[in-house]
């Protein structure tokens, strides 16, 4: 995969895993939602540093992980050396074999050609293969970004440009159907997240997430920005028992015609 902003990988591999445990542990009802059997191929697409492809490994599938990161296929190869991890493009990806099934959690909105996408896990899949997913959805993080892009206009900076992709549900069903899938369920709701490594709050998450939005700024600068954006943002996030992020989901199951 490849990402939106030149040079920025996702985030590093040490806070998917120490900070973003949550990605994992609110993963595995989408891997109850694959439903994985014992000896089926699945591959999972942004799989990050392999946690949850463990899990379905776990559960007796056969799986690849595929990931546009370097350095989370790195730890993923040294958390579970039983499992293939490849390093990879989700726009533009073949496989030798078609499998049973595609997996994906908390990635699919950092691939900005939809379609390309959709159109790679068709042809990895078999006739009767089902794509299972969970990405960020319309409105998702809208607090957190409208806080962040108020700050930069009063800062009189231009608006930085957002490498995520958030499509609404029927946007998205409308692209799986164009590109040959069948929906079979389709789940749209808030999950509010505790931002809990994220201790300096909503802007923490902004030097996290979009790191590409502070380039070129005079360093002097950042740090009164980034407390404005946490001025901005605390009405609707911080709570007494920390801040959280205002995450909305899509979840889907599809099948290839
Ligand atoms: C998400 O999982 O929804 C997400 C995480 C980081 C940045 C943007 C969205």
């Known amino acids: 995969m490849r990402y939106d902003t030149p040079g920025l990988e ?4 040490r806070v998917h895993d120490s900070s973003f445990g949550y990605v994992s542990t609110q993963g595995e009802p989408l891997v109850d939602l694959l439903d994985p ?12 540093t392999g946690v949850l492809t463990a899990q379905i490994a ?23 050396p039983g499992i293939t991890f490849i390093v990879g493009d989700a726009h533009d990806f073949t496989v030798a074999r078609p499998y049973d099934a595609v997996f994906s959690n908390a990635a699919l909105h950092w691939m ?12 990895a899949l078999l006739p009767g293969g089902r794509f299972v997913a969970e990405m960020g959805g319309a409105g998702n993080c809208a ?9 930069w206009r009063e800062y009189g900076l231009r608006e930085p440009e957002l490498p ?3 499509p609404s549900p029927a946007e998205y069903a409308r692209r799986l159907e164009a590109e040959g899938f069948v929906v079979r369920l389709l789940e749209y709701f808030d999950r509010p997240t505790p931002l809990e490594e994220c201790p300096g709050g909503a802007g923490d998450w902004v030097r996290m997430f979009a790191p590409s939005a502070l380039d070129g700024l005079a360093p002097d600068l950042v740090e009164p920005l980034l407390q404005r954006v946490n001025e901005l943002a605390a009405p609707a996030l911080r709570r007494e028992s920390g801040w959280m992020a205002d995450y909305v989901r899509l979840r ?6």
């Open 58 to 80: 776990f559960r007796g599938a056969e799986v690849l992980g595929i990931d546009g990161s370097g350095a989370m296929i790195e730890k993923a190869l040294a958390q579970y």
């Open 112 to 123: 900005n050609r939809p379609d390309a996408v959709i159109a790679s896990v068709r042809e």
């Open 164 to 166: 995520w992709y958030f």
């Open 252 to 257: 889907f199951a599809a099948v290839r015609r």
């Open 143 to 151: 607090e957190l970004t409208t806080a962040m892009l108020t700050a």
């Open 10 to 13: 996702r985030w590093n591999s």
């Open 37 to 48: 059997q014992p000896g089926e191929r699945v591959l999972d697409l942004g799989c990050g």
